[in-house]
Structures are given as structure tokens and as C-alpha cells.
């Protein structure tokens, strides 16, 4: 498998997933500003849609959508846990949260780095944002992961998209469970091991 990814964008989150996996994988850097690989590779021939994440299997087929690779890595290695059995409450529970940070946080707090975006609209989108996040912040009262005491692939997602927060301007600080979650996710090996090959670590 290949994973079409640009550091530290939401490609994060199934390059972490992937680690988690033990799945043997290449990670394919692809530039969200230029649109070429590091060969000089024109992106859009592989994605039309231009953007990361995109996985392709060994068969040369290729999926594309966060939400959607997260889950397809997880059904490959179920004896893993990374995700609720299918057909089950807890896989409607999981895809009810990665729906709610894709539609809720990542275009919430991603939409800031877009330097066409006008100030106005940026300072409604961050005030948005952190209302979401508070939300989530009581969803983790008690629990050390998003979905109960176990890590899941919506944690993957929710730790990549709340990274950007410092970057855009979205103070968490007083978001205690957040920021322990932050700081949980960010002790796992596969965190880790994710982020240096992104070059995010050293």
C-alpha cells in the first residue's frame, strides 16, 4: 500500500493509523501547495482532487476521504481493535464521531489556514471551532480516549485536527481534558514514529 500524504495535514491521522496497524505501507509525500511529488510526479494524475489523504492498495486501487482510509485500515487488521466491529453500535458511535470532526473541526479549524479566507470570517470560524471543541472537551471527561479507555481511529483524527489550534489562533488551554488527551496521544509510540516521517519531530 502507498499513503498519499503532506506533513502534518490530516493525512496525520491514517499515517498514525497505519503505524498502529503493524501494515506494511510507503508513505508518499505530495505537496498540498505545489500538487507534485517529490519526483516532480504531477499529484492531480494520481488524485484529480488534489488533496491528501490517499491510499492506494496493492491492487492500484485508490480510496480517498479520511474518515473512509481510517476505517478500511482497521477492518484490515480487526484482532487489532482499532475500530468497533461493523454492523455494531460502537462502529455507528466511532463513524457518528469521525463524521462530527470532519464536518465540525476539521473545516472548522483547517478553513484558517486558507489565506484567501477574510479576517471576519476567520475570527467567526475559530469562535465556531472552539465552541466544538468544548464539546468534545466534556466528551473526554473521564475517559482516556475519545470513544472509552481504548485508543479507536477517531482519536488518530481528533489529535491531527486539534494540533492545528496553535497554529490558527484557537486557545485550548482551559480545555483540560483536551490537552490531556493531546498529551496521551502524543506519548504513543505510533504518534511518534508517524511524525518524524512527516519530518514533524526530530
Not at 69 to 86: F, G, H, M, R, S
Not at 154 to 163: E, G, K, P, Q, R
Not at 186 to 194: D, H, I, T, Y
Request: hydrophobic share 40%.
Amino acid at each position: 500500500m502507498k499513503l498519499y500524504y503532506s506533513p502534518g495535514a490530516c493525512s496525520l491521522s491514517p499515517h498514525i493509523v497505519l503505524v498502529e496497524s503493524g501494515l506494511t505501507f510507503e508513505p508518499v509525500m505530495a505537496s498540498t501547495k505545489t500538487h507534485k511529488l517529490l519526483d516532480g510526479t504531477d499529484y492531480y494524475g494520481i488524485n484529480p482532487r488534489g488533496y491528501v489523504p490517499l491510499l492506494e492498495l496493492d491492487n492500484g486501487e485508490r480510496l480517498s476521504e479520511g474518515p473512509a482510509i481510517l476505517q478500511y485500515i482497521a477492518d484490515q487488521v480487526p484482532e487489532k481493535k482499532l475500530a468497533p466491529a461493523n454492523g455494531t453500535m460502537a462502529r455507528y458511535r466511532t463513524q457518528e464521531m469521525l463524521n462530527f470532526i470532519t464536518s465540525e473541526l476539521h473545516k472548522g479549524i483547517g478553513g484558517n489556514f486558507n489565506p484567501a479566507m477574510p479576517e471576519e470570517a476567520k475570527v467567526l470560524m475559530r469562535a465556531k471551532a472552539l465552541d466544538r471543541l468544548k464539546w468534545i472537551d466534556g466528551q473526554l471527561e473521564g475517559k482516556q480516549y475519545l470513544m472509552g479507555d481504548s485508543f479507536n481511529i477517531a482519536d488518530a483524527y481528533l489529535f491531527t485536527v486539534t494540533n492545528w489550534t496553535s497554529h490558527v489562533g484557537i486557545d485550548i488551554s482551559g480545555l483540560k481534558n483536551l490537552v490531556a488527551f493531546q498529551a496521551r496521544m502524543f506519548a504513543r509510540p505510533a504518534v511518534q514514529a508517524a511524525m518524524k516521517a512527516e519530518g514533524l519531530l526530530k
